[in-house]
């Protein structure tokens, strides 16, 4: 299905033949632009940035670039194409016709998984909201510009499920997705890791390697449900989504080959020469890492949680690749977990399957994490230094689930908490570690200049020089 880009509103969704749904949404985009002017990328709304818009929905040639100002961004409602006669792939009611409205009795929830989805897409661009001013070169300028602007559109997208299946309080709710702000004390974001703030690019980059990869596991299993209009947004999201993580893994991988190159040249592994010498050392990427990580580790909510298992048996929310999976239904099965003793230790529990989700979901998504931590260690290695980056153990610094409240150390080994307290320095970013590391954010705007704590991308975007003018200033 083409996109139809001489709408006010973009979209593939016949949005014309549908009067008072194109209303509601044109009310509503005025509200959505004041919000990006006010809470969206600071001191740069008016600058050209060479930016990717969808132009259709396929696997092919959906994006098209070009010089755009941000607020004029193409922001619009895509779905990735119906499947014919689709079928619900798991749980109750696996193998009936996937829904095409909402099901009444699922309506509460089916809303509340939206409400939960769209809220996180606002919230990133309200947390990176300043790291224009701080950028390590004009490519990653344009690349953290045209991350925002994607969040931008899953908003929009979690916006038009709202307005077109949940009528008057689907409308109040897209009212209240840009009512809410991260880190307000009154009225915060949902989810923790959305209320962290992210002053630094060492924490952006963490953000797009560890939280976007939760986006990508969530929409995964929102792609999947029974909710069509749901599932085919998700699909297309997912298609964006790749380049955040690209943006965070390539990142961090930078870091960590400036750091060797310092390094080298310097003939030292010490942190504090590589300090002195303006990269940031081996220790401290593993400190930002072990925070981003723990906390991203949360959004995937409770180990043993009824609503998990209500999501699948009602067919709204799946298991990311569904199809892999041999048996769609999970009942009489179980799944063995890993839960805090009485008294001390650690003891396994075999619970039923449906409500183990949450688990199986965030063990996908630390495989997939795993596969970026091994490619940097291989760099590390062929560099001769002795330095192991390690994910951190699911239970180290967990806010929610099972092992919230209980003390472990970053290899999972449980700790009383005046060892927590002599050694969580050791663990996740101090104040100093946060001081230096900003204190390393002077903005780089010369095109191909790189900041001195980063190396250069390999290459520059859409075939274009790293030298490129990727955004004009
Ligand atoms: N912080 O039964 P439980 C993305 C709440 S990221 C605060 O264990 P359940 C993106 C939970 O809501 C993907 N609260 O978990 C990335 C529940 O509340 P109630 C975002 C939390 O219900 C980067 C209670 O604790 N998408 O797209 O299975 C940039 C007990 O919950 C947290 C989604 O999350 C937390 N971390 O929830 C931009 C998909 N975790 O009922 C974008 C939609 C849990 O007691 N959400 N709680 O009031 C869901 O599927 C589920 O709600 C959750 C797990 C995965 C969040």
């Not at 996109?3 to 973009?10: G, K, N, Q, T, V």
């Not at 092919?60 to 619009?76: E, H, I, L, Q």
């Not at 050392?281 to 609503?307: H, K, M, P």
């Not at 050791?426 to 954010?441: C, G, K, N, Y």
Request: glycine content about 8%; proline content about 5%; overall charge negative.
């Amino acid at each position: 299905m083409s996109i139809d880009y001489a709408e006010r509103i973009p979209n593939n969704v016949h949005l014309a033949e549908d009067r008072r749904l194109q209303r509601a949404l044109e009310a509503w985009q005025p509200h959505f632009l004041e919000w990006w002017k006010t809470l969206g990328p600071e001191g740069f709304q008016a600058k050209d940035v060479y930016l990717r818009t969808a132009v259709s929905v396929d696997a092919k040639g959906w994006a098209s670039y070009g010089m755009v100002k941000m607020p004029d961004y193409r922001w619009g409602i895509f779905l990735a194409d119906a499947a014919a006669e689709r079928k619900i792939g798991f749980g109750d009611f696996y193998g009936q016709p996937a829904w095409q409205e909402v099901p009444g009795e699922f309506r509460a929830t089916l809303r509340r998984l939206i409400v939960t989805q769209g809220d996180t897409e606002p919230a990133s661009v309200e947390q990176q909201r300043r790291l224009g001013q701080s950028c390590p070169s004009l490519y990653d300028m344009r690349n953290l510009f045209q991350v925002n602007v994607e969040e931008g559109r899953h908003l929009w997208a979690m916006v038009y499920l709202l307005h077109a299946y949940f009528g008057r309080d689907g409308r109040e709710e897209a009212e209240a997705l840009l009512a809410r702000h991260s880190g307000d004390a009154d009225n915060p974001r949902i989810l923790g890791t959305f209320n962290e703030p992210i002053q630094d690019w060492m924490s952006f980059f963490c953000f797009t390697y560890f939280t976007d990869r939760d986006g990508k596991f969530q929409l995964k299993c929102l792609a999947e449900s029974g909710f069509d209009p749901l599932a085919r947004s998700c699909q297309f999201m997912l298609t964006e989504e790749a380049h955040h993580m690209f943006v965070g893994e390539t990142g961090i991988g930078r870091v960590i080959r400036r750091a060797l190159e310092v390094m080298k040249e310097l003939g030292s592994e010490d942190a504090e020469k590589i300090r002195a010498h303006g990269a940031i050392d081996l220790a401290t990427v593993q400190r930002y890492i072990n925070f981003w990580c723990s906390s991203s580790v949360d959004l995937f909510g409770s180990e043993v949680s009824t609503n998990a298992a209500s999501y699948f048996a009602n067919g709204l929310k799946g298991r990311p690749d569904e199809a892999s999976y041999e048996e769609h239904r999970c009942l009489g099965t179980t799944y063995a977990i890993e839960k805090p003793r009485e008294g001390d230790g650690i003891e396994s529990e075999e619970v039923p399957m449906r409500n183990a989700m949450n688990e199986i979901v965030r063990k996908a998504y630390l495989r997939d994490c795993d596969i970026g931590v091994q490619r940097w260690n291989r760099v590390i290695k062929k560099a001769g230094v002795a330095f192991e980056l390690r994910l951190p153990s699911e239970r180290f610094r967990r806010a929610v689930g099972l092992w919230a409240g209980h003390h472990f150390d970053p290899s999972g080994k449980p700790v009383t908490p005046a060892e927590w307290d002599a050694h969580v320095h050791e663990w996740i970013p101090t104040e100093a570690d946060r001081a230096f590391v900003q204190s390393l954010m002077r903005p780089v705007t010369e095109p191909g200049k790189m900041a001195g704590w980063i190396a250069p991308p390999e290459r520059g975007i859409n075939n274009l020089p790293v030298e490129y003018e990727y955004v004009r200033l």
